[in-house]
Nanobody
Framework: QVQLVQSGGGSVQAGGSLRLSCAAAGRTFTNVAVGWFRQAPGKEREFVAGVSWNTGTTYYTDSVKGRFTISRDIAKSTVYLQMSSLKPEDAAVYYC?????????????????WGQGTQVTVSS
């Protein structure tokens, strides 16, 4: 069992930056893919970015490419999502998730463990 603990988030004006963290509590990440998803009110949860823990390979949805960066700190067993040039449409509850398959996927049902979610608010 992997418990994911999220931190970061908050409120920012459009054009600003925020960083989200996702830490594996009580154990280390091994052989997983870690993804970030977001869900805005009335919308489905959507994939934002993912990283393969073993290889460091990353993948982004088109709407955040060039603005968001996903990274991992192996020593801290933590994954980060650095968000820059934020837009009002980026506002949502953000979730991190870990999948035991180790393959990055945009399908939320292929992730086994989820963080508690953190609110990101972007004002125009």
């Amino acid at each position: 069992q992997v418990q994911l603990v999220q931190s970061g988030g908050g409120s920012v004006q459009a054009g600003g930056s925020l960083r989200l963290s996702c830490a594996a509590a009580g154990r280390t990440f091994t052989n997983v893919a870690v993804g970030w998803f977001r869900q805005a009110p009335g919308k489905e949860r959507e994939f934002v970015a993912g990283v393969s823990w073993n290889t460091g390979t990353t993948y982004y949805t088109d709407s955040v490419k060039g603005r968001f960066t996903i990274s991992r700190d192996i020593a801290k067993s933590t994954v980060y999502l650095q968000m820059s040039s934020l837009k009002p449409e980026d506002a949502a509850v953000y979730y991190c998730a870990a999948g035991r398959s180790g393959s990055i996927t945009n399908r939320n049902y292929q992730y086994d463990y989820w963080g508690q979610g953190t609110q990101v608010t972007v004002s125009s």
